[in-house]
């Protein structure tokens, strides 16, 4: 059982920047991906950022080259940051891990993100 803490989030202005942090309870290196995922008001979830134990990442079109995804795997914790948000960025965003064989997913409880001014 893999647990997942998010923090992180909360009121930013457009233009402005936060970091999201994802604290998983066990050594993240032996995770197959982490992932960064927001659901907006009346709209599904969607990715927005993954990153893979080996390989790049990947992100939602919508957030490259604003939102940047990282690990530490000493504290076992991955990172979005995000830079220049916008209003559409508002959402709750859940953290991700997928694990084993066959493949595990794990959410942790979300963190919400309000980009207004």
């Given at each position: 059982?893999v647990?997942?803490?998010?923090?992180?989030?909360?009121?930013?202005?457009?233009?402005?920047?936060?970091?999201?942090?994802?604290?998983?309870?066990?050594?993240?290196f032996?995770?197959?991906?982490?992932?960064?995922?927001?659901?907006?008001?009346?709209?599904?979830?969607?990715?927005?950022?993954?990153?893979?134990?080996?390989?790049?990442?990947?992100?939602?079109?919508?957030?490259?080259?604003?939102?940047?995804?990282?690990?530490?795997?000493?504290?076992?914790?991955?990172?979005?940051?995000?830079?220049?948000?916008?209003?559409?960025?508002?959402?709750?965003?859940?953290?991700?891990?997928?694990?084993?064989?066959?493949?595990?997913?794990?959410?942790?409880?979300?963190?919400?993100?309000?980009?207004?001014?």
């Amino acid at each position: 059982q893999v647990q997942l803490v998010e923090s992180g989030g909360g009121l930013v202005q457009p233009g402005g920047s936060l970091r999201l942090s994802c604290a998983a309870s066990v050594s993240i290196f032996s995770l197959n991906t982490l992932g960064w995922y927001r659901q907006a008001p009346g709209k599904q979830r969607e990715l927005v950022a993954r990153i893979p134990r080996t390989g790049s990442s990947i992100y939602a079109d919508s957030v490259k080259g604003r939102f940047t995804i990282s690990r530490d795997i000493a504290e076992n914790t991955v990172y979005l940051r995000m830079n220049s948000l916008k209003p559409e960025d508002t959402g709750i965003y859940y953290c991700n891990a997928e694990s084993g064989t066959p493949t595990r997913v794990y959410w942790g409880q979300g963190t919400q993100v309000t980009v207004s001014s």
